[in-house]
Nanobody
Framework: QVQLVESGGGLVQAGGSLRLSCAAS????????MAWFRQAPGQEREFVAA???????YYADSVKGRSTISRDNAKNTVYVQMDSLKPEDTAVYYC?????????????????WGQGTQVTVSS
């Protein structure tokens, strides 16, 4: 079992940047595909970005070119750097983990979740 704790959310003006972090514990971090999802009020949870244990990355079209996912396996931490933020990026951002080498972007297939961190982008 892996436990996840996100940090780094907050209030930022449109065009600004935030870096979210997710610290993992409880299992061998490098065995896990890590992902970020987000959920705005009244909307379904949606995929943002994912990174394999070896560092391969994948992004949703909505954030491609504005976000960078990375991981530090020595620190058991995954990050997402979000630039050029827009008001429509406002959501609760969740870190998720899946013990696999295969990319999936469907939330139910991730068995481990953090508590979420709020990102609010003002116009």
């Amino acid at each position: 079992q892996v436990q996840l704790v996100e940090s780094g959310g907050g209030l930022v003006q449109a065009g600004g940047s935030l870096r979210l972090s997710c610290a993992a514990s409880g299992d061998t971090f490098s065995l896990y595909y890590m992902a970020w999802f987000r959920q705005a009020p009244g909307q379904e949870r949606e995929f943002v970005a994912a990174i394999s244990g070896s560092g391969s990355t994948y992004y949703a079209d909505s954030v491609k070119g504005r976000s960078t996912i990375s991981r530090d396996n020595a620190k058991n931490t995954v990050y997402v750097q979000m630039d050029s933020l827009k008001p429509e990026d406002t959501a609760v951002y969740y870190c998720a983990a899946r013990r696999s080498t295969r990319l999936v972007i469907t939330p139910p297939l991730y068995g481990h979740w953090g508590q979420g961190t709020q990102v609010t982008v003002s116009s």
